[in-house]
């Protein structure tokens, strides 16, 4: 029997090609390769119709979902190439690595079994090697001495070399490397004894030089560390995958630079600089950028010409990086931000056949979706839109399931906003797309669990845990109870008294009214307790009435307007609330502030118009403290913020009251030009939620001679014809 190793670089595109040569030539019977044993049981499915590359080997903790491992293939992964050319030369595969059930016992780590032992002599030897070759990086030296070239060949013999040496100046640097390595030689032996002529071993390049000495060590030596390992069971399957999740920049510790950089390595070898500019063109004329073909032609001469300079024998990345600055970005560097992302990270997407498709999750899912009648939404190509009238039991259970597909960040049912809603809490508009890009966060989301309630319940009691913004926790508390997860929301309720106990900032909690509010509306239809509610309503409503007049006092007159939403939305709340001793305290607290001095004029404002609407103050002190503001010593602007204010509400007012309509009227005649026009944006905010039709009778009503109108018989546009103009503009009509 003859044996031959080939030590590989995982998703490395050379050594693919190189493996794929060595395939050809070699012809090997029997293919051993580092991958963890029980993943073995899923590469029949390698190289048919139902994977498309980046896919991912999910293995989990039968018992703890959460504990999961992820194995990750490319096209360009010599892995995925092996056994793709295994079975379509009906050739024998095996994975031959140190299961990953060793690593989910906890066992073998709290007895130190494979745990680190030894410090490195050196912190990594291949950057040693890449600094005597006058690389000053360790990744472009192997990308230029192994991964980037044309030809096909048979260098794995030079990569044992120079690896044999390494091993030599320094042994492995944890016991869980010798663990894996006495197993790998263990399958070597016993895969030995087959009938096999030709054997071909495929593993990590750093590992060649201990498992090719699986006949030189005792068995009975790597058996005596095997032999106390723990083991658990594990379950693994297939999901999809994607090119930015394999990049380094995703934290994965095998990951790449360059992902779709490789890709294009792999498929076009010496050609892959030039198409790949081709590429990068192409991209940024969608963009909006005028790109020649001329200047795709010098960034490739560009990108050669660089590549001799540094002694390279293809432009690599870098080579082409700085090719597209100089000739399409005219020498500016943000130009690369625009193809980062698609061209050199990549935009690809696997797909993993639903027929073998095994994550829980994603079990669940069909199982959730069929007792909603939503089945089909699986299948479907177009995004679809559905109505649900939470009254309905499968109705509700769709809600249900979608809010707590978006607590786990699955983009599959989008709740949209529409002008057409039915009024009242029982209906919801989704927008429904199932994606490959669904189907990796819902694989992601198995760390919380294997169903989807369990799951987004253990997600949202985690960032409860670790949130301190009582805002964040009210957001959380809504969470739940759109997906009707009870014993998070008792939860996120008793964190939010918590933080109150170090955290009683009056503006923070005024925000909070309205959302609790909005739930006291729909908790009964969600068949939530809403106890937990009222007593946070009762801890907080007292505490923001208390201290209100406190607060308004030191708001600017920049977050005036926010301020005033925020005071309209809380008076809503109240009102929706019906709770009389909760409107008393509010009411105190605006007639505290009406009569404070230094006060925003906005802000007071809005406060004199929530009185007289609820009738606690009269029209007759109202114009008297509106003649004060635009009569007395005050400027046009502060005038124009009182008046911005105090229409908030509803600009209607001046349709019906007279006097006031007649006040403000003189007052705006009586501003010089330079005035009115500065002060034309805040009046235009004023009347900007006034209706078309209000708008039209309210010129009406100023256009018609009054008798309460001092000095003014006539009608105000005459001899300003230009006025007219910028009235309608101010009530946009």
Known sequence: ?????????????????????????????????????????????????????????????????????????????????????ANKHE??????????????????????????????????????????????????????????HSEEQDS??????????????????????????????????????????????????????????????????????????????????????????????????????????????YKYNDEAPDRWLILAGRLLRKKGFVISPAQIADAALLARQLAQMRQLRIPGILECWDAIQSIMGTGNRAILNLVWSDLVIGKTVGKVDQSIL?????????????KARLSAVLKASDRLKKELDLRKASHLHASRLFHRLQILDIPFAQLRK?????????????????????????????????QIELAAAHKLEHKTGSSEHLGQLVGYLEQSLQAQLASVFESIVDRIFEVLVFNDEPRQILTLIAPLVNMLRYGDLRKMNQSSILELLERLVPNVCSYLPESSAHISEEDAELYVDELMEFNHALDLLEESDYVEQFHAALMRIVKMDQMSAEVQAACIRLLLDKRLLDDTFVLLFLNKVLTGAQDWAYAAAWLKGFLRSNPDLFIYNEPFRVLVDQWVNQLSEDHFRSALPTLRKAFASMQRSSAGQLLTALETPNSGMIGMEESIFEGHPTWEATLRSILHI
């Open 1 to 85: 029997m003859e044996i031959r190793f080939a030590g590989i670089r995982h998703h490395g595109p050379g050594s693919t090609k190189n493996l794929v040569y060595l395939l050809e030539q070699f012809d090997p019977d029997a293919i051993l390769i580092e991958m963890p044993q029980e993943t073995e049981a899923l590469f029949e499915h390698i190289g048919s119709a139902l994977l498309k590359a980046p896919v991912s080997i999910l293995v989990h903790d039968k018992k703890d979902p959460s504990r999961v491992s992820y194995l990750p293939f490319t096209t360009f992964s010599p892995e995925w190439q092996a056994i793709q050319w």
């Open 91 to 148: 050739k024998k595969v095996h994975a031959i690595d140190l299961p990953l059930g060793y690593f989910k016992a906890t066992e073998n780590y709290k007895q130190g079994l494979l745990k680190d032992f030894k410090t490195l002599k050196f912190s990594n030897p291949l950057a040693q090697m890449a600094q005597l070759a006058g690389f000053s990086d360790m990744e472009k030296w192997w990308n230029e001495t192994f991964e980037q």
């Open 156 to 265: 794995f013999h030079l990569i044992e070399y120079m690896m044999d040496n390494l091993r030599d100046l320094d042994e492995p640097s944890n016991k869980e490397t010798l663990v894996r390595e006495a197993f790998m030689r263990e399958q070597i032996r016993a895969h030995a004894k087959q009938d096999y002529e030709r054997v071909l071993v495929v593993v990590g390049a750093w590992h060649i030089p201990a498992v090719k000495q699986w006949n030189n060590i005792k068995a009975a030596s790597d058996k005596m560390l095997l032999k106390p390992l723990k083991k658990i069971k594990v379950d693994q399957f297939f999901i999809p995958w994607s090119y930015e999740q394999i990049s380094i920049s995703s934290g994965y510790r095998a990951g790449v630079f360059s992902p779709a950089w490789y890709e294009h390595l």
């Open 358 to 370: 095994a994550a829980p999750l994603f079990k669940d899912l069909e199982v959730q979706l069929k």
């Open 418 to 450: 529409t002008s057409n809603a039915k009024k009242g809490s029982f209906s919801e508009h989704w927008s429904l797309k199932w994606t490959d890009s669904c189907m990796i966060k819902l694989s992601e989301a198995g760390v919380w669990g294997t």
